[in-house]
């Protein structure tokens, strides 16, 4: 799969007045390089149409573009890339449906699930959630950073910190081996949401020199 280092997830609840397309489209503008689709709450058709629209800015700026759960949502709008969790379809029956070119992604809380991943065939693993997060129904422990110390040491295939990653501790993941990171919250409640990625990615920068 193509490089990425800022991963940001929608989290359309987090942004009320605000167009999911447009909120997404300033993360893009300032250095996310991968936009997921991330809606439990609504209809398939209704994902579909966010889908969409979601696709055209992402081809439109070159980002990777991903869905969660919806493989045939996915698959309707030519997304680059499917994600998945441990109680989704098995990752072999996901690759015979998607193909070999589609991007898959898989969560994972455990090493011994992130092993799996990477034997299964997975592009990525999320690893998280590292901090406390609100963002997500449920959600497990938090793995705390010395799950990425762990993956760092076992797993060769990319991975990408999630859960509870903020600007004041994006170094102890970084500062953990972690090069990519994902959030929701700390990207899409942003007032000004390009601003923020820009600082974000300053910051992840700064990390790692
Ligand atoms: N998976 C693990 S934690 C999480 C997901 C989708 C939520 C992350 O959201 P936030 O707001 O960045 O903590
Ligand atoms: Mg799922």
Not at 160 to 176: E, F, T
Request: negative net charge; contains cysteine.
């Amino acid at each position: 799969m193509k490089e990425f280092r800022l991963y940001a997830i929608t989290g359309e609840e987090f942004h009320p007045g605000k167009e999911l397309v447009n909120v997404m489209e300033q993360a893009i503008l300032g250095g996310v390089d991968i936009v997921q689709l991330r809606d439990k709450k609504s209809s398939k058709i209704d994902v579909l149409k966010k889908a969409r629209k979601l696709r055209e800015v992402t081809k439109k700026h070159g980002v990777t573009f991903i869905v969660n759960d919806h493989i045939d949502v996915a698959l309707a709008v030519g997304a680059d890339g499917i994600h998945v969790g441990q109680d989704d379809l098995p990752l072999d029956e996901v690759r015979r449906i998607v193909g070999p070119d589609m991007v898959i992604g898989i969560s994972t809380h455990q090493i011994d699930e992130a092993i799996q991943a990477e034997k299964g065939g997975a592009d990525y693993i999320g690893v998280g959630p590292i901090f406390p997060t609100n963002s997500k129904e449920d959600v497990v422990d938090p793995v705390t950073t010395s799950y990425i110390q762990q993956i760092e040491a076992e797993i060769s295939i990319p991975y990408v910190a999630i859960g509870g990653i903020k600007r004041h501790n994006l170094k102890q993941v970084m500062d953990a081996g972690a090069k990519r990171v994902c959030m929701i919250t700390e990207i899409v409640e942003a007032d000004d949401v390009k601003a923020r990625c820009e600082e974000i990615i300053n910051l992840m920068e700064e990390a790692t020199t």
